[in-house]
T-cell receptor, first 114, second 115 residues
Framework: GDSVVQTEGQVLPSEGDSLIVNCSYE??????LFWYVQYPGEGPQLHLK?????DKGRNKGFEAMYRKETTSFHLEKDSVQESDSAVYFC?????????????FGTGTRLQVTL | DTGVSQDPRHKITKRGQNVTFRCDPI?????LYWYRQTLGQGPEFLTY????????KSRLLSDRFSAERPKGSFSTLEIQRTEQGDSAMYLC?????????????FGEGSWLTVV
């Protein structure tokens, strides 16, 4: 089945630091890739997406490049802010075939310190 | 607000009781999902509807769980004879057809605590 791996459970950068949050995926289908963000007590919100290889998703200074050759979709930001603190989930959905559901990683908690 | 709406947002119930959650998807979204999320984990797929047809169910959905979408609009998720292990956030999501068809939009979730 499909799977998404996020290797960091938590990252603790200081405000102004650069950020990379790792995401790798495995699927037999050709997927669309997503980052969702979740704040305490709320449901996941779409943060950015990429529909095909070499697409780059962008939102609020965050970027993620869909890299088919390395099956990765790492989330990056040049300079994090305290307001970026949240839990970030990488996810995929197959573009083809009968499977039609989002598969999530376990999430990375981003806690930005002042 | 035209987002996915879930009710109730919080439910505390005694073990063995039945609970029902309701989801109203975004208007004209024909696809609807239920997920479950426990603390520190990502959302896990439970079931999927296209219009009124339930097309997929996860192995996580035991026979105590039933979901319906009778008219292809709102959906309900019922848990019978609740157990403490059912304590989680139950998320509903909807998905449109067309150009945005691969994007799934989540509601705020319904928190269930079984005591």
């Amino acid at each position: 089945g499909d799977s998404v791996v996020q290797t960091e459970g938590q990252v603790l950068p200081s405000e102004g630091d650069s950020l990379i949050v790792n995401c790798s995926y495995e699927t037999t289908q050709y997927p669309s890739l997503f980052w969702y963000v979740q704040y305490p007590g709320e449901g996941p919100q779409l943060h950015l997406k990429a529909m095909k290889a070499n697409d780059k998703g962008r939102n609020k200074g965050f970027e993620a490049m869909y890299r088919k050759e390395t099956t990765s979709f790492h989330l990056e930001k040049d300079s994090v802010q305290e307001s970026d603190s949240a839990v970030y989930f990488c996810a995929l959905i197959p573009n083809t075939g009968t499977a039609s559901k989002l598969t999530f990683g376990t999430g990375t908690r981003l806690q930005v310190t002042l | 607000d035209t987002g996915v709406s879930q009710d109730p947002r919080h439910k505390i119930t005694k073990r063995g009781q039945n609970v029902t959650f309701r989801c109203d998807p975004i208007s004209e979204h024909n696809r609807l999902y239920w997920y479950r999320q426990t603390l520190g984990q990502g959302p896990e797929f439970l079931t999927y509807f296209q219009n009124e047809a339930q097309l997929e169910k996860s192995r996580l959905l035991s026979d105590r769980f039933s979901a319906e979408r009778p008219k292809g609009s709102f959906s309900t998720l019922e848990i019978q004879r609740t157990e403490q292990g059912d304590s989680a956030m139950y998320l509903c999501a909807s998905r449109p057809q067309g150009a945005d068809g691969n994007t799934i939009y989540f509601g705020e979730g319904s928190w269930l605590t079984v005591v």
